[in-house]
């Protein structure tokens, strides 16, 4: 049911980390894992079924609006997840864009 915004004391801006602020280049991420990080949360970090729930509703869209900027792994088995990391040219990217300022 939507609250009136009165409701609430304080809002906040709604700004999400891009993948190369997010991901070790190095490194391929689950969708839970990529959850955890976006709440600053180590990807392994112990967390109840619930709230990895959210965290997963949150990393899907997430993931989908940045999908240019990242690549994603085959499965190593048929019954392991995706695994999703940093597009190599982000990389390269985003250091031109911070050589230029």
Do not use: K, N
């Amino acid at each position: 049911m939507p609250e009136p915004r009165s409701a609430f004391e304080e809002t906040y801006p709604c700004d999400f980390y891009e993948p190369a602020e997010l991901f070790d280049p190095d490194l391929l991420y689950t969708i839970p894992e990529i959850g955890r990080l976006l709440q600053g949360l180590d990807p392994d970090a112990e967390i109840d079924a619930d709230t990895e729930a959210v965290l997963i509703d949150w990393a899907i869209p997430w993931v989908m609006v940045h999908a240019d900027d990242m690549v994603v792994a085959e499965p190593p088995t048929d019954d392991s997840p995706g695994y999703y990391g940093l597009a190599e040219d982000v990389e390269d990217v985003d250091a031109d864009e911070e050589a230029d300022e």
